[in-house]
T-cell receptor
Framework: DAGVTQSPTHLIKTRGQQVTLRCSPK?????VSWYQQALGQGPQFIFQ???????QRGNFPDRFSGHQFPNYSSELNVNALLLGDSALYLC??????????????FGPGTRLLVL | AQKITQTQPGMFVQEKEAVTLDCTYD???????LFWYKQPSSGEMIFLIY??????QNATEGRYSLNFQKARKSANLVISASQLGDSAMYFC???????????????FGKGTKLTVNP
C-alpha cells in the first residue's frame, strides 16, 4: 500500500520565480491538504482540495494556488517567490471515516529554498 | 480560534525509560480531535495516535499512550520504553472543522524535540 508521495524532494529557486510541487495521495484517499513548515515551527495549513475543488484555505496570499486532478493527485503552485517562502512543504491525504475524523497522513515533503 | 501549546522545546530521556511530552489546547468546540505526529530529521510527519473529545478511554498505540485530561484541556503523549529511534520532533495537533462544514484542517503546536540517550 503506497503512502503519500511528493516530488521533488528538494528545490532551489530565486526570488520572483514560480514553482510547482506535486503530491500523490495514499491509496483510497480523496482529499489532499497542503502545509508550509518554516524552520523551527509547526506546519501551517495552506489549503485543502476535495473533488477537484479548493474546499478550505488558510491565511496565505493568492500567490499560493493549487489544483487537484481526477486521480486525486494535487499540485501546489507558488508565484513570485519571496525569500520567506523557503520552507518544507508537506502534503497530507485523508478519507473521512465515521468516528475517527479525518486522520491526515503526510508525505516526506519538498524542501524549497528561495535565494 | 483554536490553539495548541507545547511548552517543552526539548526533552531528554534515557533509553528504556518512559517520557511524557506535554500538550495543552484551547477550543470552544464540544467536538474535537487531538493528534500526535513524529517528525524525524528526514521531514516526514508520521501519525502516532488520535484521541477524540468524546472518547471514554485514553488512546493507546503500542508504546504510545495519550493522557487525556479534558477538564484541564491537556493531551500529553507518553512514550514507554524509549528507543534511540524515538529521537525526533513531536507535534501535537488539533482538528479544526471548517465553518462551511465538510472539511477539517490540523492546527499544530510548535513541537518538542526529544533526544533519547543510550
Amino acid at each position: 500500500d503506497a503512502g503519500v508521495t511528493q516530488s521533488p524532494t528538494h528545490l532551489i529557486k530565486t526570488r520572483g520565480q514560480q514553482v510547482t510541487l506535486r503530491c500523490s495521495p495514499k491509496s483510497g484517499h480523496d482529499t489532499v491538504s497542503w502545509y508550509q513548515q518554516a524552520l523551527g515551527q509547526g506546519p501551517q495549513f495552506i489549503f485543502q482540495y476535495y473533488e477537484e475543488e479548493e474546499r478550505q484555505r488558510g491565511n496565505f496570499p493568492d500567490r499560493f494556488s493549487g489544483h487537484q486532478f481526477p486521480n486525486y493527485s494535487s499540485e501546489l503552485n507558488v508565484n513570485a517567490l519571496l525569500l520567506g517562502d523557503s520552507a518544507l512543504y508537506l502534503c497530507a491525504s485523508s478519507f473521512p471515516q465515521a468516528g475517527y475524523g479525518e486522520t491526515q497522513y503526510f508525505g516526506p515533503g519538498t524542501r524549497l529554498l528561495v535565494l | 480560534a483554536q490553539k495548541i501549546t507545547q511548552t517543552q522545546p526539548g526533552m531528554f530521556v534515557q533509553e528504556k525509560e518512559a517520557v511524557t511530552l506535554d500538550c495543552t489546547y484551547d477550543t470552544s468546540d464540544p467536538s474535537y480531535g487531538l493528534f500526535w505526529y513524529k517528525q524525524p530529521s528526514s521531514g516526514e510527519m508520521i501519525f502516532l495516535i488520535y484521541q477524540g473529545s468524546y472518547d471514554q478511554q485514553n488512546a493507546t498505540e503500542g508504546r504510545y499512550s495519550l493522557n487525556f485530561q479534558k477538564a484541564r484541556k491537556s493531551a500529553n503523549l507518553v512514550i514507554s520504553a524509549s528507543q534511540l529511534g524515538d529521537s525526533a520532533m513531536y507535534f501535537c495537533a488539533m482538528r479544526e472543522l471548517s465553518s462551511q462544514g465538510g472539511s477539517e484542517k490540523l492546527v499544530f503546536g510548535k513541537g518538542t524535540k526529544l533526544t533519547v540517550n543510550p
